[in-house]
């Protein structure tokens, strides 16, 4: 199936620096969603993408669709701690089953912020 | 978005029991739901797409047996494990499929199962 490889696999940074991440795919995606999970709880929309070099922010969130459709970016500026968890890139794709499109995810960036 | 909620939040069970999760859409009225399975330190597995008024489709590798899906409303979907085992203890979320044209899906709060 379509598998999304997102890196980094966490990261340690200073409160009030800033985050990049990427989501990189073999297929083309027509959709880039990311979530962010807080331990113990479902994921929780952050950003949607649908179209390629679409640029979109949502508070200090900002994530990119990239051009070839194969990829996709999250950046978060002036990290704060509620910012820590795990953030997971997710696209649609016909599974097996064969109902509506389902949402295959990366395998997460553990964001870890450093005192 | 949509508002979502999973019930119980946390279960325990003894192998060999039965156990139901219910899963809500709270705040419209959800035709397609999915339920996703995650085990610890991984990330979320589709497991079936649950349609209202009927049946769901199971994922490769899922037993729709042991899985049973009912999505008897338009706000509500119930996963029931049936026969419980140890190596079903996981974290499973449910999802609804966003109102608009999109491919957005709005989880729940997941419900940790825990079988002894």
């Not at chain 1, 002036?78 to 820590?84: L, T």
């Not at chain 2, 999505?71 to 706000?75: E, G, I, Y």
């Not at chain 2, 109102?99 to 999109?102: R, S, Y």
């Given at each position: 199936g379509q598998q999304l490889n997102q890196s980094p696999q966490s990261m340690f940074i200073q409160e009030g620096e800033d985050v990049s991440m990427n989501c990189t795919s073999s297929s083309i995606f027509n959709t880039w969603l990311w979530y962010k999970q807080d331990p113990g709880e479902g994921p929780v929309l952050l950003i949607a993408l649908y179209k390629a070099g679409e640029l979109t922010s949502n508070g200090r969130l900002t994530a990119q669709f990239g051009i070839t459709r194969k990829d996709s970016f999250l950046n978060i500026s002036?990290?704060?701690?509620?910012?820590?968890g795990i953030y997971f890139c997710a696209g649609p794709v016909k599974y097996s089953?064969?109902?509506a499109d389902g949402l295959t995810f990366g395998k997460g960036t553990h964001l870890i912020i450093q005192p | 978005g949509a508002v979502v909620s999973q019930h119980p939040s946390r279960v325990i069970c003894k192998s060999g029991t039965s156990v139901k999760i219910e899963c809500r859409s709270l705040d419209f009225q959800a035709t397609t739901m999915f339920w996703y399975r995650q085990f610890p330190k991984q990330s979320l597995m589709l497991m079936a797409t649950s349609n209202e008024g009927s049946k769901a489709t199971y994922e490769q590798g899922v037993e729709k047996d042991k899985f049973l899906i009912n999505?008897?409303?338009?706000?509500l979907s119930t996963l029931t494990v049936t026969?419980?085992?140890?190596?079903?203890s996981s974290f499973y979320i449910c999802s609804v499929k966003g109102?608009?044209?999109?491919y957005e899906q709005y989880f729940g709060p997941g419900t940790r199962l825990t079988v002894t």
């Open positions: 002036a990290s704060i701690p509620s910012d820590v089953g064969g109902g | 999505h008897a409303s338009l706000t026969s419980a085992h140890p190596e079903d109102p608009l044209v999109t």
